[in-house]
């Protein structure tokens, strides 16, 4: 196939129409799942899931392995019947479609490139499925190369491609069929460390020139926090909160949520009064701190709080204050212009983390406080899982 | 190479004197009618008192071999339909058993490769007894059914190899892209178990062409196959033709071997 350069940048079909030259991404389209269960034999896999997926954005679904994200996804590409719960584009119900006519486009973890074809043959293949015709298909499979930037590959096997190369080619492969969804499965897990930010800065670019809504099955919270509009956080099937990445961090709705994405300290304790709107909470490491929480705790119940470790600071073992607790010093990591304070409190193990000012401290007797402007978030002790 | 611990010597020598007596076991006889082929002399004898072509200008003779070459003919169109049928159906099974882990699945494998243990003449003697139950004359397509029964375990074991290695998420990216299962087997899954496929019919073929025991039931007067009448030949005369025959396949059969490797790895393919 001869496949002359071609210089625009714009997408695909759309660079000969009007709307194409304005910067604005196309309306996407949007997605839902209702209720969606599915079992393997006795297991269930994924366990009531109701999801919405706004038009032109990435939803991540983060979680720990085998909590269900890549069922869930097989399910809306079409490859697993639900047995219970619907999936609805555009709130047209397509669970009756098989996989190639629900205008979901994948790239699977491994990419999943047909070995024996060029990348340009990988990338026509779903629009000679569509029985496309052939000047349009040489066009768009142009086209969508160049939107990954492989336009020089075109001839190469997937063979002779490196593991970012190919998972370009997978996505051009991809949303050559100008699907209204895009699935992603773990995309960058088979990459180096170093390569994942270039590629994931491109595939989000990518994704908003297409306007196209996706959904991003990820295990890595630094992936979902810096690729995704909105996360869900999975765990055993259910998903336990869905919000924009810096809400889950600073509100997370479950000890779970809490401890998965970002890191956190666990301190028990007892509600010893009500102040006001706040809660004066008695910890058991030996400190009467004062929180405010959007939860309602009756006096006298047990709580569990989970501290981001920049919540935290330390203090000279000297200070006492009824805020602070004493603790030992074990080791502080500086990292660049921040220090890491490896701490214990009894059988409690802390991690704090704070601004650099010269020397790290020496290991020894501390305090630790917990710092008035933060909002750790508080549960009751029965959700401690 | 690393070498050996004084312990595994005596093992090592064992293997080196059974591979030199396989070997010996295998090539001699070849060997011999190879040479056998060539002699001066008017019947099969060993060692051969003199060395001339002869027999194999009287083996290609039109008119004095005709009945050699119909045979021959008929072996090749057996061998040629027996590969393509059974390399369909063992493509068909390997699929099946390589996308499914049920027991069935299992099940089905060893029911498709237990011609490899049952004896041929059992299965010969079998196959002529149900066609008649079933008052069927001997004919050319079962011939043809009762050679594919033999030689589709030699192609489901390679299709199966080449099958067991495709990745499941190919199918699925192809179904996902619009292609209908059809293009799915004709773009991705047949390209990609092409060696199995040109093993499986190579091996196919090779079975059917010295398929003894089953030609022996199954085979008429129409359907003279050739081994059947290179024996009847040695029986009436001892003719040295049914040795240059011999030589001629013993060396088409190297040909061919010598071009599928090329073409597929085929020995590789054999011993994973
Ligand atoms: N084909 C299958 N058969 C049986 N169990 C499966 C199958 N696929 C996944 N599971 C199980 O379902 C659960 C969810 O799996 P999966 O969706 O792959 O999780 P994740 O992608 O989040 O790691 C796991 O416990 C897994 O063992
Ligand atoms: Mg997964």
């Known amino acids: ?385 | 190479m690393h070498r050996l611990a004084p312990a595994d010597r005596p093992l090592a020598l064992l293997i080196l004197a059974l591979a030199v007596i396989a070997l010996l076991v295998l090539v001699g006889p070849v060997l011999i009618v190879l040479l056998t082929s060539f002699t001066t002399s008017q019947a099969l004898r060993f060692p051969p008192p003199g060395l001339t072509l002869r027999w194999y200008a009287e083996l290609f003779d039109p008119v004095r071999s005709a009945q050699i070459h119909k045979a021959a003919g008929n072996s090749l169109l057996v061998a040629f339909c027996t590969a393509v049928l059974s390399t369909a159906m063992a493509t068909g099974a390997a699929l099946a058993i390589a996308r499914s882990r049920a027991g069935w699945a299992r099940l089905a494998e060893g029911a498709f490769l237990a011609p490899l243990v049952l004896p041929g003449i059992a299965f010969g003697l079998a196959a002529l007894m149900f066609f008649s139950w079933l008052r069927q004359p001997p004919s050319f397509a079962l011939l043809v059914m009762g050679h594919a029964m033999i030689a589709a375990p030699f192609a489901l074991r390679t299709v199966g190899a080449s099958a067991a290695g495709l990745d499941p998420a190919l199918l699925e990216s192809s179904a996902s892209l619009g292609a209908s299962p059809w293009r799915t087997f004709r773009r991705v899954v047949l390209p990609l178990i092409m060696p199995g496929v040109a093993s499986g019919g190579f091996l196919a073929f090779i079975s059917s062409l010295d398929n003894v025991p089953v030609s022996l039931f199954l085979s008429s007067a129409e359907t003279d196959m050739l081994p059947i009448r290179l024996w009847g030949m040695m029986e009436t005369s001892l003719d040295v033709r049914v040795a240059a025959a011999s030589g001629v396949l013993v060396a088409v059969a190297f040909l061919l071997l010598l071009l599928m490797d090329r073409a597929v790895g085929l020995v590789r393919r054999m011993a994973g």
């Open chain 1, 1 to 385: 196939m001869a496949r002359p350069l071609q210089n625009s940048a714009h997408m695909l079909d759309r660079t000969d129409t009007p709307a194409a030259l304005a910067p604005a991404a196309p309306a996407g389209h949007r997605l839902d799942m209702d209720g969606i269960r599915v079992r393997y034999g006795q297991a269930t896999a994924v366990d009531g899931v109701t999801l919405s997926v706004e038009p032109g954005e990435i939803l991540a679904l983060l979680g720990p392995s085998g909590c269900g994200k890549t069922t869930l996804l097989r399910t809306v590409a079409g490859f697993i019947r639900p047995e219970a719960g619907r999936v609805l584009v555009d709130g047209a119900p397509i669970g009756h479609l098989p996989p190639g006519k629900r205008g979901v486009g994948i790239v699977f973890q491994s990419y999943a490139l047909f070995p024996h074809m060029s990348a340009a043959e990988n990338v026509a293949y779903g629009l000679e499925a569509r029985g496309r015709p052939k000047a349009e298909v040489i066009r768009r499979v142009e086209a969508a190369l160049a939107a990954v930037r492989m336009e020089g590959f075109a001839a190469r096997r997937p063979r002779a491609l490196s593991g970012g190369q190919q998972q370009r080619v997978a996505l051009a492969r991809a949303l050559a069929i100008e699907p209204a969804i895009l699935l992603l499965d773990e995309p960058f897990a088979a990459l180096d460390r170093a390569l994942r930010l270039d590629l994931q800065l491109e595939i989000k670019r990518i994704q908003r020139r297409f306007g196209v809504t996706a959904v991003l099955v990820t295990h890595d919270q630094d992936e979902a926090m810096s690729m995704a509009d909105r996360m869900a956080v999975m765990r055993g099937g259910r998903v336990e909160q869905v919000d924009a990445p810096a809400t889950v961090y600073d509100s997370p709705a479950t000890p779970f949520v809490a401890g998965f994405v970002g890191t956190s300290n666990r301190l028990h304790g007892r509600v010893e009064a009500r102040e006001g709107a706040d809660y004066r909470v008695r910890l058991d490491v030996g400190a009467s701190v004062i929180l405010a929480s959007p939860r309602g705790f009756a006096v006298g119940e047990r709580v569990l709080l989970c501290a981001r470790p920049e919540h935290l600071a330390l203090r000279d073992a000297t200070a006492e204050t009824p805020e602070s607790w004493p603790a030992r010093l074990r080791i502080s990591l500086p990292l660049g212009p921040a220090l890491v304070h490896d701490v214990e409190a009894g059988a409690t193990e802390l991690k704090l983390h704070e601004a650099r000012h010269g020397q790290p401290p020496a290991p020894g007797p501390v305090r630790v406080a917990l710092l008035p402007t933060a909002r750790p978030a508080l549960f009751p002790a029965g959700d401690d899982a």
